[in-house]
T-cell receptor
Framework: GQNIDQPTEMTATEGAIVQINCTYQ??????LFWYQQHAGEAPTFLSY??LDGLEEKGRFSSFLSRSKGYSYLLLKELQMKDSASYLC??????????WGAGTKLIIKP | TAGITQAPTSQILAAGRSMTLRCTQD?????MYWYRQDLGLGLRLIHY???????GKGEVPDGYSVSRANTDDFPLTLASAVPSQTSVYFC????????????FGNGTRLTVT
């Protein structure tokens, strides 16, 4: 079966750095997405990786290793507004998105 | 502001009743999707439409139906609601292409009693 694994919850301190990991086992691979979802709101797109390596976008970076079935989202200079759930999703060989359950990130002052 | 509009925001529905969740987008995206989100689970695809006039079944289609009469609208109908359909429902759209991100509506919180 197809599976996406993410930690259920993480806690970090304002101003610090946090890394949210995502491992996947899917039927083929056509890209990996990260979304942010604040409580009670819709998911919003953060990043897309299809090739190995690091993609940097401001305070957020996303890394992909296709051989290891692994990605991480790196958040720097954490702000209170970064408290949210972070969803990892992989597009399989049929171009269907497989979603992880999400990682709830709690930022403490 | 361009985007996706869902209605209603929330609803309490008696088991056995029918209901249509509405979804409209003004971005002229060809692809549209309906997901449900339940605590502890990833988003699960109910139905999708790659273009107006076509629809397809997702991971959890039973008990739901959709139509796509035009590009903008993609309603989701529950013919006879059951308590297991209590969930938050998100409509989404995207441009064609594997790297196109999804744009989500604000969701409909449905409680079936």
């Amino acid at each position: 079966g197809q599976n996406i694994d993410q930690p259920t919850e993480m806690t970090a301190t304002e101003g610090a750095i946090v890394q949210i990991n995502c491992t996947y086992q899917t039927s083929g691979f056509n890209g990996l997405f990260w979304y942010q979802q604040h409580a009670g709101e819709a998911p919003t797109f953060l990043s897309y990786n299809v090739l190995d390596g690091l993609e940097e976008k401001g305070r957020f970076s996303s890394f992909l290793s296709r051989s290891k079935g692994y990605s991480y989202l790196l958040l720097k200079e954490l702000q209170m507004k970064d408290s949210a759930s972070y969803l990892c999703a992989v597009m399989d060989s049929n171009y269907q998105l497989i979603w992880g359950a999400g990682t709830k990130l709690i930022i403490k002052p | 502001t361009a985007g996706i509009t869902q209605a209603p925001t929330s609803q309490i529905l008696a088991a056995g009743r029918s209901m249509t969740l509405r979804c409209t987008q003004d971005m002229r995206h060809n692809a549209m999707y309906w997901y449900r989100q339940d605590l502890g689970l990833g988003l699960r695809l109910i139905h999708y439409s790659n273009t107006a006039g076509t629809t397809g079944k997702g991971e959890v289609p039973d008990g739901y139906s959709v139509s796509r009469a035009n590009t903008d609208d993609f309603p989701l109908t529950l013919a006879s609601a059951v308590p297991s359909q209590t969930s938050v429902y998100f409509c989404a759209s995207s441009e064609q292409g594997a790297n196109s991100p999804l744009h989500f509506g604000n969701g409909t919180r449905l409680t079936v009693t």
